[in-house]
């Protein structure tokens, strides 16, 4: 797998959480897992389909994610309840469409389907038959994470 | 959802629509998240989106008619922008005839609706702005 692909969803974060929170994000070091594993507390998943096919897990911790929607409706928000929820399955939607207009550029055409969003620590969902990589990110709000699994279709 | 004024494009008209919309979808965002019973909120939940389904349309309509009046080379773009987020209000308000105005379908909408709004004015709508400041050229 190759590293643009990664890179162009990073720079979709960097301008989304820019434009929409007025944060910078600042990535970590990249890793290599073994399988993708929805283990945080709010997760988002969002398939790929085209020139590359898989699939990218947005993780975030409870905490990250009210204080993302707070930022936005300047309300104070207790809980992941359905608003919260697709607030934040939008954020990622956002993200996804930003990453996908930068993959163009690089000479992939994509297409992503809606986000599912999966609530709730340990559901695990484990989708890919290849490895995938893993982006840390880090906020002043808290640190999530970015998996991505996709091949490319020749 | 707060106003800002980095949303602004310097066109008198189209801003202030902005302005209305933010200040309609946070009110139904309040209401929507109070800690009153369903219920009771309900009417004022219908009014609020009665109040969108229109505006929005409006809005569209006018922000439309300006790109094409300035020549604005993104217009094509942008109108499918606008009828890709119609369709989706639409489906929305087929489905809370279906479930009856349903708590958690309108809280989904509401949680889309603030995110796609925010977005869309930060972003794609300041490309108007920076175009017509170009002096209208590409």
């Known amino acids: ?154 | 959802m707060m106003w800002k004024e980095k949303y602004k494009i310097g066109v008198e008209l189209i801003d202030g629509q902005h302005r209305e919309l933010f200040r309609r979808v946070s009110d139904f965002v309040k209401t929507v998240q109070s800690e009153d019973k369903w219920d009771e909120k309900l009417s004022k939940v219908k009014e609020t989106l009665e109040f969108m389904k229109a505006y929005v349309i409006t809005h569209f309509d006018d922000e439309e008619a300006y790109q094409k009046e300035i020549g604005y080379p993104g217009y094509e773009r942008h109108r499918q922008i606008h009828q890709r987020f119609k369709d989706e209000v639409q489906k929305y308000a087929e489905k809370f005839q279906e479930e009856s105005y349903s708590e958690e379908t309108v809280q989904e909408f509401g949680g889309k609706l603030m995110a796609w709004l925010i977005n869309h004015v930060a972003g794609e709508d300041q490309k108007i702005g920076d175009f017509q400041n170009r002096g209208g050229s590409v």
């Open chain 1, 1 to 154: 797998m190759k590293a643009q692909y990664i890179n162009s969803f990073y720079k979709a974060v960097l301008d989304v959480f820019r434009l929409m929170l007025d944060i910078n994000p600042e990535r970590e070091e990249l890793t290599v897992v073994d399988d993708m594993i929805a283990g945080n507390e709010a997760n988002v998943m969002i398939g790929i389909t085209g020139d590359l096919a898989g699939s990218v897990l947005f993780g975030f911790t409870k905490d990250m994610t009210l204080e993302m929607v707070k930022i936005m409706s300047g309300m104070e928000m207790k809980k992941l309840d359905s608003f919260v929820s697709s607030a934040l399955g939008e954020v990622v939607n956002i993200i996804s469409g930003n990453a996908v207009t930068n993959l163009s550029k690089e000479g992939y055409t994509c297409d992503i389907s809606p986000p599912q969003v999966i609530i709730g620590e340990n559901r695990s969902i484990s989708m890919a038959t290849e490895k995938a990589l893993t982006l840390p990110i880090k906020t002043e709000i808290g640190k999530f994470e970015i998996n991505i699994s996709v091949r490319e279709n020749q």
